[in-house]
């Protein structure tokens, strides 16, 4: 009985027993250097994990520059007393499956989310699920989004700004300078310290620890973990767009005013899918198409050729997605120059991490083509986008709410138009509800050079009703209050979206179109 009790106790039995004493301490601080939320962790006890609602809130900054026209005051001001809050899957088709350079998506399963405030007025908001995350990834996100709404539930008489705070606290994913930073300290911990450790304890046990059921749970749950962190970011930013939504609706102002109230006219650009579409989309209007490239560079050069022959007036945006060594980014530019192609915007045209290789290909491409490169997957957070700021590493920067959330991208703007840092404004494969929100930003603030809110249009049906308007090459914003769009929660209960699919009907694709502010309305 005594000997059973000793192998419960040692996750690894008998089998250490004739090994020095030092060797299953040091194994385990090795594995919790892995993995610091694994049972490995060499600590008595774990604290409990909750989120309860601090009484020193964490209050929210705001730059007023970015925010001129009353959004920071509402931050302030305004107090949230949330009567209901709650998420629900999102999962839509999409009418063909969606590929870039890194992944491929075939239907969008996202996390809606709906907040009720005391006096009556709902929010809306979305979080996107990343192309490379799989299906079992959106009842992750559902979970952290049901935390988020109990936490707002159980809180009661808060400004804007604290409960933002609350929610920043509770998904911290902002607070990582960077997932590289982060990456890179896990490894230096793996190969410097944890890596070494591993070894020896691995030598000494003759690699029996490989085969023991509670390494691999060890390992599962460090790579969940990872995931989490990963979803944290786009879950908040749905949280935030509901509880904005819904503080807008409160005093009955659109999101565009909220925002700063400009109305000038931006251009929206989409992808091409084919050369073929290239003729139909010059029908429409649209002449600039924006093609994903990056899989393989002789067949992006072929599409190329084909769609210009198809469209020879249209202008082009190149979207590699990271697909591109530095040497292939430069022959890309070099045979469009030989068809007399010159990009307007290459977009992200190496790996996130490679800013050395970002900064040759935006030198090249300015000095000898006057071609703009602009950072998509390089621009995670405001510390991403400082270093290319210092190093001159990019001329546009595109800022999607899912990665850095709204006040994030609030922050990333203001650094940016100081810098002289041209914008774009982007999405994951979101509904008109999430698309809608950032829509109402980029009209707001009116400093968006590039638009590309277009995944809408991939999708087979259209969940969300009202919202902003599609007419042909024009995206047109009215007077409503928040966003204006709003989703039938029952529908989205049972996935029903039946009877709301003009969107999709109406327009399979675009090139370019025009995003308008419609103050008569």
């Not at 009790?5 to 060797?23: A, M, R, S, Y």
């Not at 001001?77 to 088709?93: D, I, K």
């Amino acid at each position: 009985m005594q000997q059973n009790e000793t192998d419960q106790t040692k996750p690894f039995g008998n089998k250490i027993d004739h090994h020095p004493p030092w060797l299953w301490p040091l194994l385990k601080c090795s594995l919790y250097l892995f993995f610091p939320n694994s049972p490995f962790k060499p600590l008595k006890s774990q604290l409990p994990i909750c989120h309860p609602c601090f009484k020193n809130s964490m209050q929210v900054t705001v730059p007023s520059s970015a925010t001129n026209l009353g959004f920071k005051n509402l931050l302030e001001t305004f107090t949230v007393e949330v009567r209901a809050a709650e998420n629900r899957p999102l999962s839509v088709p999409l009418i063909a499956p969606f590929t870039i350079a890194s992944s491929r998506l075939d239907k969008v399963e996202n996390v809606a989310i709906r907040i009720e405030l005391k006096n009556g007025c709902v929010g809306w908001g979305e979080a996107p699920i990343l192309p490379f995350v799989t299906a079992e990834d959106q009842p992750t996100a559902m979970a952290k989004a049901k935390e988020a709404c109990e936490m707002l539930r159980s809180c009661s008489f808060m400004t804007l700004g604290a409960l933002l705070g609350e929610i920043s606290h509770l998904l911290p994913g902002h607070q990582f300078a960077s997932i590289v930073l982060a990456i890179g300290s896990f490894f230096f911990k793996v190969f410097c310290v944890g890596g070494f450790s591993l070894l020896l304890a691995i030598i000494a046990l003759k690699a029996e620890v490989y085969e023991h059921k509670q390494l691999k749970v060890a390992m599962r749950e460090g790579l969940m973990c990872f995931i989490r962190l990963l979803l944290q970011l786009k879950v908040r930013a749905g949280v935030e767009m509901a509880l904005i939504d819904a503080a807008a609706k409160s005093i009955g102002v659109p999101l565009w005013r909220l925002f700063g109230g400009a109305s000038n006219t931006i251009p929206i650009v989409s992808p091409a899918e084919a050369a073929a579409l290239a003729s139909k989309y010059h029908k429409q209007g649209f002449k600039t198409l924006k093609l994903k490239v990056g899989k393989n560079l002789k067949a992006d050069i072929e599409v190329l050729q084909a769609i210009r022959a198809a469209h020879p007036d249209c202008s082009f945006i190149l979207d590699a997605n990271e697909g591109y060594r530095l040497e292939e980014a430069i022959e890309v530019l070099e045979k469009l120059h030989e068809m007399g192609v010159t990009p307007v915007l290459f977009e992200q045209p190496v790996h996130r991490d490679d800013w050395e290789g970002l900064g040759c290909v935006s030198r090249f491409a300015k000095s000898k083509y006057g071609v703009s490169v602009a950072a998509d997957e390089s621009c995670r957070n405001l510390a991403d986008v400082k270093k290319i700021v210092q190093g001159e590493l990019a001329d546009v920067v595109n800022i999607k709410l899912a990665k850095v959330g709204v006040l994030g991208a609030l922050e990333i703007i203001d650094l940016a138009r100081a810098s002289g840092l041209d914008l774009m404004i982007g999405g994951m494969v979101e509904t008109r509800l999430a698309m809608g929100f950032a829509g109402h930003l980029a009209a707001g603030l009116g400093c968006f050079k590039f638009v590309d809110l277009d995944t809408p249009l991939l999708l087979a049906e259209d969940p969300v009703l009202d919202g902003y308007e599609v007419l042909g090459a024009v995206y047109k914003f009215t007077n409503a209050t928040g966003h204006g769009s709003f989703l039938n929660w029952e529908n989205v209960a049972c996935g029903n979206y039946a009877g709301y699919s003009y969107l999709s009907t109406q327009m399979c694709s675009s090139g370019k179109a025009d995003l308008q502010v419609c103050k008569g309305n």
